[in-house]
């Protein structure tokens, strides 16, 4: 997942507001709990949440500074399947019956043995810990944010 924008403030000014984990986990909080990994003074923020990891990238740019955000889903593994079922106890067979028993009564044709069952997959594929349309609205609400101006101009 990754969102970039262009946004009109200068590169020391976003990297105030990205590089304070309290106010990077104001704007990431959807991943959970958010903590700075590694950074690059001015450029870069390497960060991980409970559901994804990631990174912010600042770029100067013409008229602002071109941000990138970007977000892995961190992978869970999938809940255990359900116990199967178990297998029902064998009914033990009828006594033999005599000859003539058997001569002049009709016998019920034997029931045939259950079919093999298909084998169960390998192992279960990890889930993403977050949807991939959730995410990228997070990172995109995150740049609004970001853009936003915090003050009113021209007011006294």
Do not use: Y
């Not at 740019?61 to 199967?84: Q, R």
């Not at 043995?113 to 990890?126: L, M, N, Q």
Request: hydrophobic share 35%; proline share 18%.
């Amino acid at each position: 997942m990754e969102a970039k924008r262009t946004l009109v403030k200068s590169p020391p000014e976003l990297w105030a507001e990205l590089s304070d984990m309290s106010a990077l986990a104001r704007h990431l909080g959807e991943f959970g709990e958010i903590r700075i990994t590694r950074t690059e003074p001015e450029s870069v923020v390497d960060w991980e949440g409970e559901l994804a990891f990631g990174s912010v990238r600042l770029e100067p740019s013409g008229w602002g500074t071109t941000v990138t955000l970007t977000a892995l889903p961190v992978m869970l593994d999938p809940p255990p399947p359900e116990p199967a079922p178990p297998e029902p106890e064998p009914t033990p067979e009828p006594p033999r019956r005599g000859f003539w028993a058997r001569l002049l009564r009709w016998r019920a044709p034997e029931p045939e043995p259950p079919a093999w069952r298909p084998s169960p997959p390998s192992g279960p594929e990890p889930l993403p810990a977050i949807e991939a349309a959730t995410g990228t609205a997070v990172l995109a609400h995150a740049l609004d944010a970001l853009g936003a101006a915090h003050h009113r101009p021209f007011t006294c």
